[in-house]
T-cell receptor, first 112, second 112 residues
């Protein structure tokens, strides 16, 4: 019944590795997002994606890439992980024309 | 560039008090404003969504107001309870289906 689900919940990995975080929503929303919450708890947008358009926050390194196999999924791929990538990553979705958002429970990424 | 500020950053009150959390934003051209709650180590729960044409929204003991022209919103919590202890986040969207800009949050502690 979970509306927006992310896996894994926790991810510990070494510097230089490549990893993916998966996100699925069953709300029928047409837009999905990835947000990053840093150690100071500040939430910042990384990507916004619907079936027509990908909007990238210009501050996001190109090591980060979203991949959407279909409307209900938006996965986040991270290449060559760095210590500074350690954070909590949240997936979210919204319905166009309404604007209300639903967030997943987050993935805590720790790079060692 | 939109900036969202929340004051105070932290607040500690005894149980039963009525309290007000403040949110201000620099660009009044918003589509909506949303208040979220985040419990430690958890995801975000949507509390109230105010469209730009609305002045306020109410849900139970919570009331959120919006003054778009002055770039301000307040979240009023009546008869606070220890279970209200959490971080409250304010976020604005420039248009439907677009990316949220978050404030830094107000960390609320309600003491029994």
């Amino acid at each position: 019944d979970t509306a927006v689900s992310q896996t894994p919940k926790y991810l510990v990995t070494q510097m230089g590795n490549d990893k993916s975080i998966k996100c699925e929503q069953n709300l029928g929303h047409d837009t999905m997002y990835w947000y990053k919450q840093d150690s100071k708890k500040f939430l910042k947008i990384m990507f916004s994606y619907n079936n027509k358009e990908l909007i990238i926050n210009e501050t996001v390194p190109n090591r980060f890439s979203p991949k959407s196999p279909d409307k209900a999924h938006l996965n986040l791929h991270i290449n060559s992980l760095e210590l500074g990538d350690s954070a909590v990553y949240f997936c979210a979705s919204s319905r166009k024309g309404y604007g209300g958002y639903t967030f997943g429970s987050g993935t805590r990424l720790t790079v060692v | 560039k939109q900036e969202v500020t929340q004051i105070p950053a932290a607040l500690s009150v005894p149980e039963g008090e009525n309290l007000v959390l403040n949110c201000s934003f620099t660009d009044s051209a918003i589509y909506n404003l949303q208040w979220f709650r985040q419990d430690p180590g958890k995801g975000l729960t949507s509390l109230l969504l105010i469209q730009s044409s609305q002045r306020e929204q109410t849900s139970g003991r919570l009331n959120a107001s919006l003054d778009k022209s002055s770039g301000r919103s307040t979240l009023y919590i009546a008869a606070s309870q220890p279970g209200d202890s959490a971080t409250y986040l304010c976020a604005v969207s420039p248009n439907a289906g677009n990316m949220l800009t978050f404030g830094g949050g107000t960390r609320l502690m309600v003491k029994p």
